[in-house]
């Protein structure tokens, strides 16, 4: 017998209240339990499961079996680690004591991923259950996206070609209410840190400013190189590998949400007026530049100074076809040839990963499409991800048809006090996951 919404929502909140924090303040304790959990419900429906250990933090990889004992391989992700929860004053309800209230579940991970991973397994379950499930599925949940762990990739890249005819993600969400969404593609990322130093020490504005080479001015030029003109395009040599966006992304853009108001919920400004009119092509599928801090001396300080040494951590957006090794050396290649006589460049890189892109017209995203917009009755946009998952790049390169999507909505508070999940939304995500995979059967 199928399961209520109030059992499932029950469930959830036993695994809402677990505190499997990752990024920073959580307990070896606390993740280990979250494993265990996962672990538990698998197994109850049906399936195997096993922890396999990582030198951070561990994967649980289960399998649940076809109820015909053959079907398509198909591939379940989703993490069972959490953000930290600061600040804790902010919270309205305690974030790890799941609280419904106004038809939403209030908890750290409602949202991202706890509660948008369940609805997919719960219907995975729910189709087990019932000998229905026409596809057999792994399931492997990570413990280390929130920290940009690398121990699934390690996994995933481990497994044979071929393994796999397609994989559902469900760490996304809506456009909007009532209007669903598959992304597509995701972008790559790369962080790092460029200083500038033009001296031995710093000097006396008063004597030397105005013949002394400034590192803070040297920066603050190399940066201006770097940012897109009003076309949005960075320069050529950092263009390399971008393909125009599919005439179903294109004409999916014009079914979105009005951008000035994407901009005003975010509470920031547009960059220009070209930058509104092509919002959706900057922000998903093209190549971005951003300065995230810069760092001289104090600022507080009343210092007339001419500094020597400035530092800037910034960060870039790549889309899929873009290769993130070949990228950077074009930035560093870039700023070296116009940096000043007289300063030195040292780079320095945090983070990097790939970016992804799926032909819409895959039978796996097509039927995925048609599934989502009948079980929901809803429309379903096909876009790419802004953000970068460094999972569905490696799925990408094993040429895994992945299905990024899941119930999310844009103001559901991840990553930030008050976060929830609507309950209604949580019902639409384990209509979706049924959908899904009964029509991965035919794959």
């Not at 304790?29 to 197994?43: G, S, Y």
């Not at 400034?214 to 960075?234: F, Q």
């Not at 092509?281 to 009343?302: E, H, K, L, S, Y």
């Amino acid at each position: 017998m199928a399961r209520t919404t109030d059992e499932l929502i029950a469930e959830l909140s036993e695994f809402l209240r677990i505190p499997s924090i990752s990024s920073g303040d959580g307990t070896v304790e606390d993740l280990a339990a979250a494993v265990q959990w996962v672990c538990d419900r698998i197994v109850a429906a049906g399936g195997t499961a096993e922890v396999l250990a990582t030198q951070v933090n561990p994967l649980v990889v289960g399998h649940l079996p076809s109820s015909t004992g053959d079907g398509p391989q198909v591939l379940l992700y989703g993490h069972y680690d959490v953000q930290t929860v600061a600040p804790l004053a902010d919270w309205t309800t305690p974030p790890f004591e799941p609280t419904i209230r106004d038809g939403a579940i209030y908890a750290r991970g409602a949202s991202d991923d706890k509660g948008n991973f369940h609805s997919l397994l719960a219907g995975a379950a729910g189709l087990a259950e019932e000998g229905a499930l026409p596809v057999n599925l792994t399931i492997v949940l990570d413990g280390e996206e929130e920290i940009g762990g690398h121990s699934v990739i390690d996994w995933i890249e481990q497994q044979p070609a071929g393994q796999y005819d397609a994989a559902l993600v469900f760490d996304a969400g809506f456009v909007e209410p009532g209007h669903l969404a598959i992304e597509a593609g995701v972008r790559g990322v790369i962080t790092a840190t460029i200083s500038i130093r033009t001296g031995d020490r710093d000097a006396h504005s008063g004597l030397y400013g105005g013949a002394a080479l400034n590192a803070a001015h040297v920066l603050s030029r190399l940066i201006a190189d770097l940012s897109a003109g009003p076309d949005g395009r960075l320069h050529e040599s950092l263009m390399v590998g971008v393909a125009p966006a599919s005439p179903i992304e294109e004409e999916a853009w014009t079914t979105l949400p009005d951008p000035a108001g994407e901009l005003a919920i975010a509470g920031i400004n547009a960059a220009n007026p070209e930058a509104l009119a092509d919002y959706y092509r900057r922000t998903t599928a093209m190549p971005t530049f951003d300065v995230n801090a810069i760092t001289c001396r104090d600022a507080g300080q009343n210092r007339t100074i001419v500094p020597s040494e400035a530092t800037a951590a910034i960060s870039f957006r790549l889309v899929g076809g873009q290769d993130c090794k070949q990228f950077w050396q074009a930035v560093q290649d870039l700023l070296r040839e116009r940096a000043p006589a007289g300063a030195t460049l040292e780079f320095a890189v945090r983070g990097m990963a790939d970016g992804a892109t799926f032909d819409p017209k895959l039978p796996a995203i097509r039927l995925a499409r048609e599934a989502f917009e009948q079980a929901t009755g809803m429309p379903c946009a096909i876009v790419r991800s802004g953000g970068a998952i460094p999972l569905v790049s490696a799925l990408a390169k094993q040429g895994v048809p992945t299905i990024l999507s899941g119930c999310a909505l844009p103001n559901d508070r991840i990553h930030a006090p008050d976060e929830h999940l609507r309950i209604d939304q949580y019902e639409l995500g384990v209509k979706m996951a049924r959908a899904v995979l009964t029509a991965f059967g035919s794959l």
